[in-house]
Each structure stands twice: as structure tokens, then as C-alpha cells.
């Protein structure tokens, strides 16, 4: 796909994306200085037939998703995304459905408030998506700053992708909520930014599934994340255990002090839609757990499970 | 390649590359901010028998040529490098080769004064690299400022690349110089900065060939550029014509007026060991042409070639 076909292929993208799009073209883009706050980036690749079935979702799902697992990764270091480069690899059989995967990408990217400013075309024997998120955090939240006496706390309601991944497997319909959550996630902007300048002490955000992304803040922080199974707020119909470990959720999982959560959680209504919910603590020590006597401070509704799950 | 096995391939590449490698392993990297000058970002993807042939070089000559194709972007930005992140596609055959493609890619790093930030692993049915560079300019140069009466220089000797594939196509060893210029190319950040500081109009590097070149340059600056072909610098061997149409340079073509052009070829020498040729001039009118009656201001050297290349 170089020359006539190439750039066919950019005019068609540029026609899709219209002001969304900004000074393609040249070698490279020139960011804008910053006049506050620190600047982030990030890289995530969405590769067919390892993060998605094109037989499960549409193009233009397809482009959601991807425009979605890369800026999640900025709502997770609790900053707003600002300018984006995309790299295709397109093999034949998906070039008429890029106009439908562009228009996927450029309406996440446009609802997130950035701008693309460059990216790649090559051709290629599988369909892939990179898309490298470049933004803007007034105060950035790593995985690291997780202390002993935090609160664990997630947002949204998990569980919906990993039951659409495996009705999929079995030849099933995922319910309409579940494949709602796989096809349609929604990068957490607003939560994350409201939860870095709140005070948290570390966040990521779910795509390994919580269990494993707890297990990531454990080793960068040097703690232990004390998760209670029967705190996990799973979606309508999905076990806790299973929405533990149901990856690709871009929900937020964060730690922060009991006295930051309690204010937070007093105004949290007007942050965001979605519950914000205590799911465990953090003590010294190092790895996650998850179990049903949790030792939860200041007498938190504390349901026994029963199953402890690593 | 989730879980452990990523986790492993993280922990071997981080081992290869050492103090180059820094901060990786959160959401998002942070930047530092700038004291001066301007950031620019760039991204370019490297794909297995799209750009690259197994069978024609060596593991760890794939990563560096990645690496020279995403910093070259920056290069004919007059920018130099501070940021890389690279994500991996990588099928199970390449898990082997890894390592030699991670010591390519850091030397070509190393070299360049940059460091890694992060990154993405994915596996997948085919092999690719996608880099994202990010870098530093004090005076940025598109590629849209040229004007009429400027003159188009190259950096270097061209034609190297397009001889190396030729004489792998037909079966053939190519000359270790045409390897070499395949192989182990070299961004050309000292000139690069240095034309930029200049005060060039224009500028590009030399990925579709000369002439391919010339014309998007033409066509973002809404100029003409007349080249010559008998200016154009060639390799050892390599007919002016076939340099010209010689892909993946990664030599710098620039746009520059005459006084610029004069004070620059004066100190050239202590820029670069590399010649900087004039090989032709900018014109009012749109679209670049090579002929052998290029009309070239004050004197220089002009050989018939005889041959219209376009």
C-alpha cells in the first residue's frame, strides 16, 4: 500500500475524520507546549484474532475498542488524553471496512476531546491497530504509591466482558449488557482525573481482570491487596469470582486513604454515573488476595462468600 | 502472550537493554517537561515480508532498521530523539529472536541519546514492530515551507537500498556497500539539526525514493521542484536513475535558499563526513520532475544525463 494507494488510503481516513484530524502528513507532529500539568503516553496494539473476532463485532466496534483500551490507559494515570497516532497494518480483506473502523476510532477519540495528529498505513497479512495516546494529567497517579492502611476501590459494575468472550466461545448470545460492555467500553475520564486529584495512591485500569491488576499494583507498590469477593460489584447475572477475572473491563481499579475516600465518596455523584465501590484494602506485605474474611476497616458491609480465589 | 509469558518477555527485554529502558512498566509514561525548543511525535510500523525479508538479514538487523525508520521521522524534523515506545506483534517463532531484535533497536537508541518508555506486547500470527518516537526541536521544518528559488540538497549517497533488494529479488548477493545502506542505515540527526538551525524551508527523509519524495514535498509546499539527474549523488555502481527510485534511504532531502545553502556547505565538514549535494532547484508551478536541463542557478555543475526519469 505505498504511493497511489497509500495515500488514496490517507484521503480517505482524512475525508472520515474530518477536523478531528490535524496537520497529517509531514514526518512527524508537533505537540503543543504544555501550560500546566505533565504530559503522559502510552502505545496499545489491537491485533485481529487475539484481541478481537471480527465474527463477534462490527468494524466500526472494532475501532471503538481499540481507541478505547489505548486511552483507558491515560484515564488510568488519571489524565485526559490530547492528541493520538494511529498505525494500521491492513491486509486486503479489510479495506473497504476502514472507513467503518476509522469512524469507531474517531468517535471515542473525538468524545475524549483529542485530536489525530499522525500515525502509519502499511499493508500486512493480519488487520492490526496501534494506537499510541498522548495527554495531559495535572496530577498523575502511577501503580506504585499504594500504602499499607489504603482502600481498594473500583469503578463501574465488572464481569460484562469476560461472559461476552465466553458465551462467544460456547456459540451463545452474550446478554445485550455484556456484549454492551465488550463492543462499547467507555474510557473512565472523568473518574480517573477525579480520583488523581482526590488523592488516590495508585491506579490502573482493568484489562488483565481485577484479580491480576491488583496483583500489578501489589508488585509496583510493594504491598498486599486484601480483596473481599463478596464486595466485587459484578454486572446482572455474572458470579463475583467470574467478574474478578474478566479482563479488557477498562474500568478503574484505585487505592487511596480511608479519609480520601470518604470525601470523595460524598461527592462522587456528581464525578460520575457509575457506583464507586470499596472492594477491599491494602496491607503491608506483597501479592493480591482474595477471600472472604477480608479485614476491612471501619465495618464495611462485609458478605461472606465462601471461595477464596488464587 | 498474557500473564506469565508476557511478564517474562518484559523481564528479558528489559534485561537487554538495561538503564535504556526506564519507567516501563505503567499505564502510561510521563514526560519531562521542556526548557526549550519543541516536542514532536512520530510512529512507524516495520512488518515481516512487507518490509523486511527473514531470509535478507539478521534478527538483530530487523530491529535496527525499525528503530533508524521511526527516528529518521524525527531527523527530518530537525528534531532529536528522547522518547521511544515500541509494541511487538510476536509469533511464537520470533520469541527465539527477541533478544537479537531488542539489542537492534537499543543500539540505534543508544546511539540516538533517547530512551525507552514504554511499550506493548501482543502476540500474533505475523511479526511487526510499531515505534513511536518522540523528540526535541529547537526550529522545526515540515515539509510544506519550500518556495521558489530555493535549492533542493541530499544528504549522503543514494541508491544503496533499492540495489540490496534488487539483487535479493533476483537471487543474487548484493555489494557489501548496498548491504550496509540496507542493513545499518543511520538517522542523520547532526544534519538534520544542523539544516533545520540553518535555516532550511523544507524538509524530508528520503523513505519512497527520491522522486517520491521530491513530489510530497512539492505537494505540500505547492511548489515545483525540478531535480537533476545528473546531480543526484549515487553509490558505488548505481546508476543516477536507480538512486533516485531508491526507497528506505532514510538520507534527508531538503529545501534551502541559495545564502543559506552557502554558508552551510562552508561549515559542512564539521557537521557531517557525509556530502550535501545540490541536486536542484524550486520553482513556482506544483509537482516535482528530474530531467537533464534542469535550470539550476548560478553555475553549478550540470551534466547531461540525458534521461527524464518522470
Known amino acids: 500500500m505505498r504511493e497511489g494507494a497509500e495515500f488514496d488510503t490517507i484521503r480517505a481516513l482524512m ?3 474530518g477536523d478531528l484530524a490535524v496537520d497529517i502528513g509531514d514526518d512527524a507532529a508537533v505537540l503543543a507546549s504544555l501550560a500546566e500539568g505533565t504530559r503522559v503516553v502510552s502505545v496499545d496494539a489491537c ?4 484481541h478481537f473476532r471480527r465474527a463477534w463485532i462490527s468494524a466500526r466496534e472494532v475501532g471503538v475498542r481499540a481507541a478505547v483500551a489505548a486511552l483507558s490507559d491515560l484515564a488510568a494515570m488519571g489524565a485526559r488524553a490530547e492528541s493520538v497516532l494511529i498505525a494500521f497494518v491492513i491486509p486486503e480483506a479489510w479495506r473497504e471496512q476502514l472507513s467503518d473502523v476509522a469512524d469507531g476510532m474517531g468517535a471515542v477519540i473525538r468524545e475524549a476531546g483529542a485530536r489525530i ?3 502509519n498505513l502499511s499493508h500486512g497479512a493480519v488487520f492490526s491497530i496501534t494506537t499510541t495516546v498522548i495527554g495531559r494529567a495535572r496530577r498523575v497517579v502511577s501503580r506504585s504509591g499504594a500504602r499499607d492502611g489504603d482502600l481498594v476501590v473500583v469503578t463501574g459494575l465488572l464481569g460484562g466482558p469476560g461472559a461476552a468472550i465466553r458465551a462467544w466461545d460456547a456459540g451463545e448470545s452474550p446478554t445485550a449488557w455484556s456484549r ?7 474510557p473512565r475520564w472523568a473518574e480517573g482525573e477525579a480520583l488523581a486529584e482526590a488523592g488516590a495512591t495508585a491506579m490502573i485500569d482493568i484489562s488483565d481482570g481485577l484479580a491480576g491488576d491488583a496483583r500489578h499494583v501489589a508488585a509496583a507498590s510493594g504491598v498486599r491487596l486484601e480483596l473481599d469477593v463478596a464486595l466485587v460489584p459484578a454486572g446482572p447475572g455474572i458470579a463475583a469470582e467470574a467478574a474478578m477475572q474478566s479482563g479488557e473491563e477498562y474500568e478503574l481499579l484505585a487505592c487511596l486513604p480511608a479519609d480520601v475516600y470518604d470525601a470523595l465518596a460524598a461527592r462522587w455523584q456528581a464525578v460520575s454515573p457509575l457506583p464507586l465501590t470499596v472492594v477491599g484494602v491494602v496491607h503491608a506485605g506483597r501479592d493480591a488476595t482474595a477471600s472472604a474474611d477480608a479485614t476491612l476497616p471501619r465495618g ?4 461472606a462468600s465462601g471461595e477464596t480465589v488464587r
Request: glycine content about 14%.
Open 117 to 119: 495528529v499522525g500515525g
Open 300 to 303: 464495611f458491609d462485609h458478605f
Open 15 to 17: 475525508a472520515r475524520w
Open 180 to 186: 454492551g460492555r465488550f463492543v462499547a467500553p467507555a
Open 47 to 50: 491485533v485481529e484474532d487475539v
